[in-house]
């Protein structure tokens, strides 16, 4: 029996190479086609610098907005993700399973509760975000400082 793909780790991605002399037609000029190679790229160094600790992107997007914004609700942290609240409420159920995250009761509300990192998961975030830096600067390392700035600004455009 064939066991479904590990959610910690990519299913067989590998990188989309450039074949040199093959022509491509108009995917030489679809900004979506050079997106999706540079985001492949980029996915497989985020898994080079988690590997082992289980988290995604998603999750490592999670973690970093809860631990820079503590107290935030799960209907917010759901909103920068593109879930559903109630998607947001298992990933955080997944997280305080692990230690990393808590519930605690909004001070200015009793009925709300807020996401908070604990030291557990603050260890962990801060050294998941150094390691994901890390191989995210070597990987951009072809660019120069202005290129990469003026990248992230126009991407941030294209996102909207």
């Known amino acids: 029996m064939k066991r479904p793909p590990s959610p910690h780790r990519p299913r067989t991605l590998a990188p989309i190479a450039r074949v040199p002399g093959l022509d491509y037609g108009v995917l030489d000029e679809l900004l979506g086609y050079s997106l999706r190679r ?16 289980g988290v ?36 955080a159920d997944w997280f305080e399973a692990r ?7 909004h001070l200015d509300d009793g009925r709300a509760w807020g996401l908070h990192l604990t030291p557990r998961g603050e260890t962990l975030v801060a050294a998941m975000k150094r390691r994901v830096a890390a191989e995210d600067r070597r990987r951009a390392a072809v660019l120069g400082a202005g290129e990469r700035r003026e990248l992230l600004r126009l991407l941030n455009k294209l996102a909207g």
Do not use: C, D, K, Y
């Open 38 to 53: 540079a985001q492949v790229a980029m996915f497989l160094a985020f898994h080079a610098a988690t590997r082992g600790v």
């Open 56 to 91: 995604t992107p998603p999750r490592f997007t999670a973690l970093v907005v809860i631990g820079a914004n503590p107290g935030i609700n799960q209907s917010v942290l759901g909103r920068v993700l593109g879930i559903a609240r109630s998607g947001a409420m298992a990933l």
């Open 99 to 105: 230690g990393w995250v808590e519930r605690r009761r």
